[in-house]
């Protein structure tokens, strides 16, 4: 009998590793489920009129966007993750732990910002009509566009890339790149013919998570008038109060993020990127000199003053100016909320995408690959959608909950789940478990599986080879994973404003409520704040790496 011999086997290969991962892939897939059910139920009239007169302009949107951001994000992030592991240039310590710094600005923030400061009365203008007695004619520099979508899109993702990248490249390359060198290769063709098939995983790891990003973005895209299929989403729920379509367009956009993992899976099909011995050394840098190395710092110096130095010196000249009308004595507050949503989201993140990690990379089957790959599917779903789901399955757990929360004295008829932090927590868990198990799977495809076959020859456990074997070589990729994960979080604005417990505020949504009242300047102190905590976490792990913590 065929199917018992099926079942022996898939006995034989479970084990608790397996079992963790299977339980929290159920817990994770359940809102998922229900929007993707969005699909069986039928279609009513407004769905007729969106796929009839606005799919297609949703559907070009999105995917001109994906491909703009996604080329120009992951070509800045891989050729500055090159220059600053692979060379040696004046600056070039200070721009390894900077260009990381745009990481922590919200690009819906970077939008507001930029469009503000490139109008006709914004400091760029007016300081060309003021200072040097030059008029612009109008659009020259003008942002709000599909053009202004792709440029902040790119200046605030491509840390993505870049960081992920620059893990690998120097922990990986130093032996292929070296004796590269030393056969004569040198510039394009050492990054052409060495470089970029070797970071090919850390490369396709931060591209995934630009995309996603991008599919999920609502805040840029409506503010510079791009028709994406996020945007339609937003429209189609509160513009149209028409659940059922927004939810059916949920799960369309969900459809198309699997249909990417499985292409990236048939691009990656019978490939092993590894390291083939345990002496692995860093990559030495090689000395620039002259015009080359000056070219690299002023291009280092471009992106890193467009990324952050810019945006944040206007975000200070505007809080000096607001200050006193903007500072509350509830910002004390609002910080805490902000860091310890942050804090246990990304811990409960990162335990569940260990396991998953390791759980598909043990059994290598196709199944397991499937099952980690739709638990981080969240990632791209806008984070209004993941409330739906996230909203339903905790009003059914309260119903069936009730009974026990009378005998507890808590009230006949009491929502205690649905008005709870830990709701929030989960929507968090199911949104970003893509940037910690992205991180995380990157940084096992870097191990050999000797290691940990040699490890239980020895006679060690499962979980001693985990915690000795794996874990240290692990411990880059968990620093990024914590890093990407905890700024997500931080940042987070549409899941925080539809789950957050009542009265319960945080620096993104305070932010938030004054850029959408056209209150820019007031919306300045917030937004400097979430990035000042943002950057907190990112300065101190970029300390812990260079051994000074």
């Not at 790119?154 to 893990?167: E, K, R």
């Not at 990304?346 to 739709?374: C, D, E, F, N, W």
């Not at 404003?497 to 209150?519: G, I, V």
């Not at 917030?526 to 051994?547: H, T």
Request: net charge positive; proline share 4%; glycine share 6%.
């Amino acid at each position: 009998m065929g199917w018992i011999k099926s079942l022996r086997r898939w006995g034989r290969r479970t084990d608790g590793w397996s079992l963790a991962s299977a339980a929290g892939a159920a817990v994770i897939l359940l809102p998922i489920l229900y929007v993707l059910t969005g699909l069986l139920r039928a279609p009513n009239d407004n769905w007729v009129k969106v796929k009839q007169y606005l799919l297609a302009d949703y559907v070009l949107g999105s995917l001109k966007l994906v491909l703009v951001t996604g080329f120009f994000a992951t070509l800045i992030g891989l050729v500055l993750a090159w220059l600053v592991t692979g060379y040696s240039f004046p600056l070039r310590r200070f721009f390894r732990w900077a260009l990381i710094l745009p990481l922590a600005v919200p690009p819906y923030i970077a939008a507001y910002t930029y469009g503000t400061m490139t109008s006709y009365t914004g400091i760029i203008q007016a300081t060309l009509r003021n200072r040097f007695d030059l008029v612009l004619e109008p659009g020259t520099i003008e942002v709000m566009s599909f053009r202004g979508a792709a440029f902040i899109m790119t200046l605030f993702l491509y840390p993505y890339v870049f960081m992920i990248a620059c893990s690998f490249l120097e922990r990986q390359s130093a032996s292929y790149v070296e004796n590269a060198r030393l056969l004569g290769s040198r510039g394009f063709m050492l990054f052409f013919r060495i470089v970029l098939p070797i970071a090919r995983p850390a490369i396709i790891a931060g591209v995934m998570l630009v995309i996603f990003e991008v599919l999920s973005d609502y805040g840029v895209s409506n503010y510079f008038g791009v028709q994406t299929i996020s945007k339609a989403i937003f429209q189609t729920w509160f513009g149209m109060y028409d659940v059922d379509s927004a939810t059916r367009l949920a799960a369309w956009l969900m459809l198309a993020v699997i249909g990417i993992f499985v292409l990236e899976k048939y691009l990656r099909r019978n490939r092993q990127f590894h390291a083939t011995t345990s002496r692995s050394k860093p990559l030495s840098p090689s000395r620039l000199k002259g015009m080359a190395a000056y070219g690299a710092m002023m291009f280092c110096s471009l992106v890193w003053i467009l990324a952050f130095l810019a945006p944040v010196s206007q975000l200070v000249m505007w809080s000096i100016q607001s200050y006193r009308k903007v500072w509350r004595t509830d910002f004390a507050d609002l910080m805490l909320n902000s860091v310890t949503g942050a804090m246990i989201g990304t811990v409960i993140i990162l335990i569940i995408a260990l396991i998953a990690a390791r759980t598909a990379r043990l059994l290598s089957s196709g199944a397991a690959y499937v099952l980690a790959r739709i638990m981080t599917a969240g990632y791209a779903v806008p984070g209004a959608i993941i409330a739906i789901g996230v909203l339903a399955i905790f009003i059914m757990l309260d119903e069936r909950l009730m009974p026990i929360y009378e005998l507890a004295g808590l009230g006949k008829g009491r929502l205690v789940l649905s008005l709870s932090l830990g709701m929030l927590i989960t929507g968090y868990v199911i949104r970003f478990m893509a940037t910690g198990y992205n991180a995380l799977e990157a940084g096992y495809e870097k191990i050999s599986l000797a290691y940990s076959e040699a490890s239980r020859t020895l006679g060690a456990s499962k979980m001693r080879t985990f915690i000795k074997v794996e874990m240290p070589l692990l411990r880059g990729s968990l620093v990024t994973a914590f890093i990407v994960t905890f700024v997500e979080i931080m940042k987070e604005l549409p899941l925080t404003m539809l789950l957050r417990p009542f009265n319960y505020n945080t620096l993104a949504t305070r932010a938030y409520q004054y850029a959408s009242d056209e209150r820019i300047y007031e919306a300045a102190l917030p937004s400097l704040l979430l990035i000042v905590v943002s950057l907190i976490p990112v300065l101190l792990i970029i300390m812990m790496e260079r051994g000074k913590l």
